[in-house]
Each structure stands twice: as structure tokens, then as C-alpha cells.
């Protein structure tokens, strides 16, 4: 999927795509990532994959059964390195091409505000530094990139 110099336990999981699953992936991310960021990054990116997992399950996928997901992540000293891979609907154009400011762009105090669709990318984009995605020949990649302070 990926290589990344000075990788550190590259971590390779294949999770089956349903919503329960989501919620184990998460938490095994966080043993990987706890020890190199604070509490509040911690939290953000859990945020972030857990979006990302659970739009692969509900919209790409729409909660079909047996489908799968492969989750890997690395680190070095300087950067976490996500890519989740799907064979499911791949992400609209229009949602990718919109800001994280034109998805967040709500009233709080009139959730018929709230956008129908792009807050769990939004979610991911802020909890990440580089967000990259492609769809080639059936295989949906999301990468994402975090920089890490120093040890």
C-alpha cells in the first residue's frame, strides 16, 4: 500500500466493513498512535478514521455484508501514515472538492443546518495535516498524513 522510510511497525489490518468493526479499529489505532501525540490529537484522528471507516461501511458499501476494509498505518520520527483501502462506491467528486469552511459553514443552534453530506471528511481533514484520495480500477485509497513532534 505504502512505504514509508524509517517506518517504525508498519500495522496492516483487513476489517470486516461493519459498524461494530469500526469502533475495534479505532481503538487498536490509538495503542499506535497514544505514545506519540497528545490526548487532543488522539482524539481528533480517532474522530477522523472513525468517520472515514464508518462512511466506508454506510456509503460506500451501504452496510452490504462480507465486504472489507484494509487499514494500514506506519510512523517514523516525523509522520503517522494512514491508507484505508475499500472496493466500494468511491467518494463523489463534489463532496471531495468541498472545504472544510463550506461543510462547517452551520448554524449550531438550527441543525437543519447541518450538512447531508462531507462532515466525516471535514472531521478527517482537520484531524490530519495531508489528506489524499483515489479511485483506480475498483480500489478506493484514502491517505492521510499526520507530522509528529519530536520524541
Not at 57 to 79: F, Q, W
Not at 106 to 128: I, V, W, Y
Request: aromatic letters at 4%; proline letters at 5%.
Amino acid at each position: 500500500m505504502f512505504s514509508l522510510p524509517g517506518c517504525k511497525g508498519e500495522c496492516r489490518y483487513v476489517i470486516p466493513a461493519t459498524l461494530g468493526e469500526v469502533s475495534r479499529a479505532t481503538e487498536a489505532v490509538r495503542t499506535v498512535i497514544a505514545p506519540r501525540l497528545t490526548p487532543e490529537e488522539c482524539y481528533a484522528i480517532e474522530i477522523g478514521i472513525s468517520e472515514v471507516l464508518t462512511n466506508i461501511v454506510k456509503h460506500g458499501y451501504s452496510d452490504r455484508e462480507g465486504c472489507s476494509i484494509t487499514m494500514c498505518l506506519c510512523t517514523n520520527e516525523r509522520e503517522l501514515l494512514v491508507e484505508v483501502q475499500d472496493t466500494g462506491k468511491s467518494i463523489p467528486p463534489a463532496i471531495l472538492a468541498r472545504s472544510v469552511d463550506e461543510v462547517l459553514n452551520f448554524d449550531l443552534q438550527n441543525l437543519t443546518t447541518l450538512p447531508e453530506s462531507g462532515l466525516g471528511l471535514a472531521l478527517a481533514r482537520l484531524a490530519f495535516d495531508e489528506l489524499t484520495y483515489q479511485s483506480n480500477n475498483g480500489v478506493n485509497s484514502l491517505r492521510l498524513q499526520k507530522r509528529l513532534r519530536a520524541p
